[in-house]
């Protein structure tokens, strides 16, 4: 892991394109996140992430923003001695896992705000992986036309976030897309589109809802 931020920053840090993201201490940072980050134990995250480390990444022109994955409710402490910066939920699955489940998120905020960690509510317009993985049907969303989108967005919206992240931008094969959709057949597989509205249909409400985070997140600071 440190050798591939070191090979990250060394090679794209100086990008107008590389997102650095303020810390708590007021420093631009890069910010990642660390998908199944708990399949590794906190001890040994601990050497990289914490100031007090062997190999400690901290305070150094590598150091940034970790983010680790939240899955079951355990990950929360872990996350914590880990030295993680942050929590994401990553899922699109509502009810799927203790982290994706919306019903958790106030009470992982306020864990989050009293140990001074980044919570990031994931949000997705839905969920079908069937064609990839035919058992597990049960973990299908529909996406209503938007409206299981925009109550994912709602539910995030609501614990005062700082971050809500995507999931996805272009996973057809969960079908969580959001990019613009036209009907497509490609063999047996029919890809979803968002007929009868327009190919652009999940764009518009992510811009919409991301207005509306702004605006949100301008009253808090008042």
Not at 190 to 200: Q, V
Request: positive net charge.
């Amino acid at each position: 892991m440190l050798e591939n931020i070191k090979y990250i920053i060394e090679k794209y840090g100086d990008h107008p394109a590389f997102f650095r993201y303020k810390s708590s201490t007021g420093k631009l940072l890069p910010l990642f996140y660390i998908y199944d980050s708990y399949l590794q134990s906190p001890d040994i995250w601990a050497q990289l992430l914490k100031s007090t480390g062997k190999r400690s990444i901290r305070n150094t022109p590598y150091d940034g923003i970790f983010i680790g994955l939240l899955v079951e409710e355990k990950h929360k402490a872990e996350v914590l001695a880990a030295g993680f910066d942050g929590i994401y939920t990553y899922f699109a699955t509502n009810s799927f896992s203790y982290g994706s489940s919306q019903r958790n998120w106030r009470s992982i905020k306020a864990f989050c705000d009293s140990n001074n960690l980044i919570f990031i509510p994931s949000v997705g317009p839905g969920y079908i992986d069937t064609s990839i993985r035919p058992w597990n049907g049960q973990n299908t969303r529909n996406r209503i036309n938007g409206k299981y989108y925009e109550t994912s967005l709602k539910a995030a919206l609501e614990t005062r976030p700082e971050i809500i992240s995507v999931t996805s931008f272009n996973e057809w094969h969960e079908g969580t897309q959001i990019e613009p959709a036209i009907p497509k057949t490609r063999g047996q597989t029919a890809y979803l589109d968002y007929l009868p509205y327009k190919p652009s249909l999940y764009l518009d409400i992510t811009r919409r809802w991301a207005e509306k985070f702004r605006e949100e997140q301008e009253k808090w600071l008042q």
